[in-house]
C-alpha cells in the first residue's frame, strides 16, 4: 500500500468526526431555536387568550410615536390616555398630548369623537363589535386607536399572520412588574412586547419599528393602571356633551390623530 493510501481512511474518518460533529452542534442550534420559537409563541397566546377572556379591561397608557425629519433628525411625540371596554362592543377612550385633548365613545351603534381643545365633536355611525370598530377607523376613517392591537378579540391571530421570526428575550421590568420580553419580525415591521407574568400575563409594553422607513422611527405604548374584571368602574359608554361642544362633520375634525398636520409632509416643521 503506498504512502497516500495509508493516510486517505486517516483523512476520511477526520473528516467524518468533523462533519458529524458540525451536524450535532447545528442541530443543537436549530432545536434551540425553534424550542425559543415555540416558547414565545406559547407566552404570547397565553397573553391573547388571557386578555380575550376579560370581559371589562381599564388601563392608562402612555405612548411615544417618532418621526424622521428630511434632515435625518429622529423626533418623539408623546401623549397619555385611558382606555376602559366592555367587551363585545363598547368602549371609551382618551388621549392627551401636547397638540390635541381626545376622547372616544363608541356605544356599540355610534362612535363620538370630542376634540377637548376646541370642544367640538363628530359622531359617526359604526354598528357592531370594537374588532369591527377598530377596522373601521384604520380603513375607512384614518383614525387609529392607541395600541389597538392589543385591543382586538383575538390579539394572536391578528399580530401572528405575517410574523416571519420569533424570538424570547427572557425577562424584563417594565414599572416594576416583571415581564417576559418577545421580539417578531415581519417583512415591513419588528415588533417587541413585555408580557406581565403570573397569573394575570397583560402587556405591558408594546414598540413597533418599522423597516421601511430612513432612521427606523418606533412607536411604544406602555401600559400602566391595568385592571380587569370587578376591579373596572362601571360606565354606560353614551356621550353626554357636558362641555355643549358643537357638532361638526367627522371630516372636519382636524388634528386628532397622534401626528398632527404639521408634523406630516409639507407641513412646516
Not at 37 to 49: C, I, P, Q, V
Not at 81 to 98: H, S
Not at 197 to 218: E, M
Not at 224 to 234: C, P, Q, T, Y
Amino acid at each position: 500500500m503506498t504512502e497516500a493510501a495509508r493516510k486517505w481512511p486517516r483523512i476520511s474518518v477526520a473528516s467524518r468526526i468533523a462533519a458529524t460533529l458540525a451536524l450535532i452542534v447545528g442541530l443543537g442550534m436549530l432545536s434551540g431555536a425553534r424550542a425559543d420559537e415555540a416558547a414565545a409563541k406559547s407566552l404570547f397566546k397565553a397573553m391573547s387568550d388571557y386578555m380575550a377572556a376579560q370581559n371589562t379591561i381599564s388601563l392608562s397608557y402612555d405612548t411615544n410615536l417618532e418621526m424622521v425629519t428630511k434632515d435625518k433628525q429622529k423626533l418623539a411625540l408623546a401623549s397619555s390616555g385611558m382606555i376602559t371596554l366592555n367587551r363585545p362592543d363598547k368602549i371609551r377612550a382618551t388621549r392627551q398630548g401636547g397638540f390635541a385633548d381626545i376622547e372616544m365613545v363608541f356605544d356599540g351603534k355610534t362612535l363620538t369623537l370630542l376634540k377637548k381643545s376646541g370642544n367640538l365633536y363628530g359622531q359617526v355611525d359604526v354598528p357592531g363589535t370594537i374588532d369591527h370598530l377598530i377596522d373601521e377607523l384604520r380603513s375607512k376613517h384614518n383614525r387609529p386607536v392607541p395600541g389597538a392591537d392589543l385591543l382586538m378579540s383575538n390579539i394572536y391571530n391578528h399580530l401572528m399572520s405575517d410574523v416571519i421570526d420569533v424570538k424570547d428575550l427572557g425577562s424584563g421590568v417594565i414599572g416594576g412588574i416583571e415581564c417576559d420580553h418577545l421580539a417578531f419580525r415581519t417583512k415591513e415591521v419588528d415588533w417587541q412586547i413585555w408580557i406581565a407574568q403570573g397569573a394575570r400575563p397583560y402587556p405591558c409594553r408594546y414598540v413597533i419599528t418599522s423597516k421601511l422607513v430612513s432612521g427606523a422611527p418606533q412607536y411604544s405604548v406602555q401600559v400602566r393602571e391595568f385592571k380587569a374584571g370587578n376591579e373596572v368602574a362601571s360606565d354606560d359608554f353614551s356621550f353626554k356633551n357636558p362641555t355643549n361642544a358643537k357638532k361638526v362633520d367627522l371630516k372636519d375634525l382636524s388634528d386628532t390623530d397622534e401626528l398632527p398636520k404639521l408634523f406630516t409632509s409639507g407641513g412646516s416643521k
